[in-house]
């Protein structure tokens, strides 16, 4: 079991960056597929990152790609989700998440961490 908690959420003004960081919990971090999900009101949670156990591969939502990048330091038992180019419609509660399947879908991630909140103002 892995227990996840976000940090680094907060107010940025569009065009800004934020860098999100999950810290896990546990000694087996490096055996998880670490996703980045966010869920904005009125919407269902959204896919935007994972990677793979040792890093060397990454994935992204079409609505990210280019401007997010997601990171581990397995070392540190740390995922983090660096963002840049924000915009209002970024706005959301976003969650690391972990699972032990190699996948991008949301319904396979066993273990989810509290959420962080992010604001993009215009």
């Known amino acids: 079991q892995v227990q996840l908690v976000e940090s680094g959420g907060g107010l940025v003004q569009a065009g800004g960056s934020l860098s999100l960081s999950c810290a896990a919990s546990?000694?087996?971090?490096?055996?998880?597929?670490m996703g980045w999900f966010r869920q904005a009101p009125g919407k269902e949670r959204e896919f935007l990152a994972a990677?793979?156990?040792?890093?060397?591969?990454?994935y992204y939502g079409d609505s990210v790609k280019g401007r997010f990048t997601i990171s581990r330091d397995n070392a540190k038992n740390t995922v983090y989700l660096q963002m840049n180019s924000l915009k209002p419609e970024d706005t959301a509660v976003y969650y690391c998440a972990a699972t032990t399947s190699a996948t991008i879908r949301l319904r396979e991630y066993d273990y989810w961490g509290q959420g962080t909140q992010v604001t993009v103002s215009s």
């Open positions: 546990g000694r087996t971090f490096s055996s998880y597929f």
């Open positions: 990677i793979s156990r040792a890093g060397s591969s990454s």
